[in-house]
């Protein structure tokens, strides 16, 4: 009997694994003959061994409701995400353009603002953006590389069609929740993953060493590169000395570097030692009290003229955040005709800017068939679910649009796509809803998309958040190898 | 190394080896308790003065109330002690999430289990029916948490710092308890009590040194012999001059002593003069009234000044 035997797919919705019918699609009729062979039973048992795993482990984010720092695991599932070779080409082909032109936007608008002259996008939008930062004008980064990881959220519709829902070029998070997926799937299904002809993915600690050290204002051989981090009391702490014990770099903190004369120093316990690349991993606006806020205790005086001035690296570079913004994010496939000449790749989803009176107007007149999101929020934060809204949150919605109306942009709700998952509590399989944030890792000879990503899961029935702060789980998610 | 980085390895090693002294220390006075011929107080107050928490524990419940069960509590549990084991394991753990980049993941897991175990009901449920068993496993987790780092670990500076933190630690507490029980013992003779070797015995207990010293004196206990050997026996791992001059050791591979151009030198000149004091030391002098107590005074406050030296120094405190 297999494990999906009672697998139905919602109306209306696409499911990854199952057609309409509850037939297996068939191009994963032999990942879901290999994953169902197991039982309820079996599959209790492993989803209990994963979470037992990941506890121990310390596989774990911090709670900011909590004031006292508390961790929790990130809720896993056991049943993976896969996605066919052939979306995977299609995936990895959009990526890397999509990339490629948000690094020559940010380009232009740090350089001579071409895209803007030229009137493809509206200046005050772009300059008006909380996050562009005006004194890096002019400021070229070392190496040339602005984006060196992206994190590309995107979402399935109901016909099947990937569409970017948004994208995090500061510094995006969770790329350790996927290798530890792996791991533990490697322990708990070894068999199935290797029948199943997955792409591996264990690579990716390798890969980012490699590009942070090829942006090193010295040579890279010699160069010394360390991991920025807030500190432990971080939500993505766990994340951050994961990378650095995987790269083999050190994790620092920012009292732990000084400026000298331009160039960044970490105090050892041998004295001083220069700093090439400080991969960061703390928001932009605490990395200077010089810079951007001189009441803040942390950050590193001086920092940014050091960067200024060629002598460090900082990846992601500051001022990414002009690019994306949810306002400039309707304008992306403009920029993909401006820079690369050629169509975008990647579907993306309608979306109404408030700042556009004709927008604002149809905005205000469908608050309740909309998401409205506040342009400079992350985490499923200062947002509106107009279906599931009330008639008060509506007005206060209402309220913030008039008042800021270059806050706000709204799309129409998009069916995500489903995929089996393992209901602890039922013991049973059912249909919830997810997205993928695959990461692209950009060195100065080129960009690489990592096979697969970050496949978040609403795991509360009827739920469409996936964030991990609301009731969101992640799964592995695998990629298929190409037939040969 | 980061200066930072270091001082948590540095308390790593510390915690680790606190946690462990402590559940050493509590089982073996269970055992003497059950001996007889010594009152509550006389068994339980020297654990209190070991770890320092006289004082606190007196002003929270009075002298009366210096019985087994509540110095058990308070030692293993209590959340205002600072070092009781539940503290001394949340504080290695911490530590280590800290330098999580540096350890390895056998470590980590090990260290995160028992940390895990103290936190929830297992733990007290063992403690409650089966206290041997409970002291047992604290002992054993850190042993095996020790033993993987030796084992799993590059043998380079981080190790070097969690090593030299556990062997100040282990020194300081060898030398407490042996402090606390020398005095005890010594006003026991002269109340003109029975003085039964078990004395002595649960002391080599408590520092793990049972059987080393009985291989070295061939079965003859007295108090002096048991001192001279926690203090002077070179080839221990828990004597004081074995732990200081490990300590050396370990602080010679971070900062080597013709590294002159390094800081760190002071600590390494202060430890350096420790180490040859204690060489100098002999049995025969420790048998003078008041040698003992004598010399583990200075040592326990010259590894405060050492300690002291490195967090200036080497950890960039000012």
Known sequence: VSLFQQYRPLRDTYDELFTGEARPRPEFEHTVEVLGASTSAECAFNQGLAEKALFNQGVTFSVYSDNRGSEKIFPYCVLPRVISAKDWDHLDRGLHQRVRALGM???DIYGDQRILKEKRIPADLVLGAKNYLPLLNGVKPPGGVRIHVAGIDLIRDPQGTFRVLEDNLRTPSGVSYVLENRLITKRVLPRVLDRARVQPIDHYPTRLAEALASVSPADPASSSVVVLTPGSYNSAYFEHSY???????????????FVDGDEVFVRTTRGPRRVHVIYRRTDETFLDPEVFRPDSLLGVRGIMKSYAAGKVALCNAPGNGVADDKAIYPFVPEMIRFYLSSEPILEQVETFLCMRDDHRRYVLEHLGDLVVKAVDEAGGYGMLMGPQSTAAERD???????????RYIAQGRVELSTTPTWIGDKEVVEPRRIDLRPYIVTSRQGSWVMPGGLT?????????????????GSKDTWVQKARS | MISRVADYCF???RYLERAESTARVLTVTRALAL????????CWLPVLITSGNEPVYLEKYGKEAVEDERVQEFSTWEETNLSSIRRSIAGARENARSIRELISLEVWVNINELHNWMRHSGARTEYNHHRYDFYRRVRESIQLILGLLRGTMLHDTPLDFIWFGLLLERSNQTARILDVQHHMTNMLVSTHQVLDTSLWLSLLRACSGFEPFMKRSRGRVSGDAVAAFLILEPHFPRSVTYCVHSALDSLSKIRPPAAHELPGGRALERLHVLD?????????????PGAVHEVLTHVVDETQQICGDVAQELFGYS
């Open chain 2, 11 to 13: 308390w790593f090693g």
């Open chain 2, 35 to 42: 001996d007889g011929n010594l009152t509550p107080e006389q």
């Open chain 1, 456 to 472: 978040r899961v609403a795991l509360v029935e009827g739920s469409y958040v996936v964030n991990s702060s609301q009731g969101g």
């Open chain 2, 276 to 288: 040859s004091w204690l060489k100098a030391q002999t049995p025969q002098g420790l048998a003078a």
């Open chain 1, 396 to 406: 206060d919605f209402k309220k913030k649009i008039l008042a800021e109306p270059r």
């Open chain 1, 243 to 257: 990378l650095a014990r995987q790269m083999g770099i050190e994790l620092v903190e920012a009292p732990d570097l």
């Open chain 1, 105 to 107: 936007f940010l380009d």
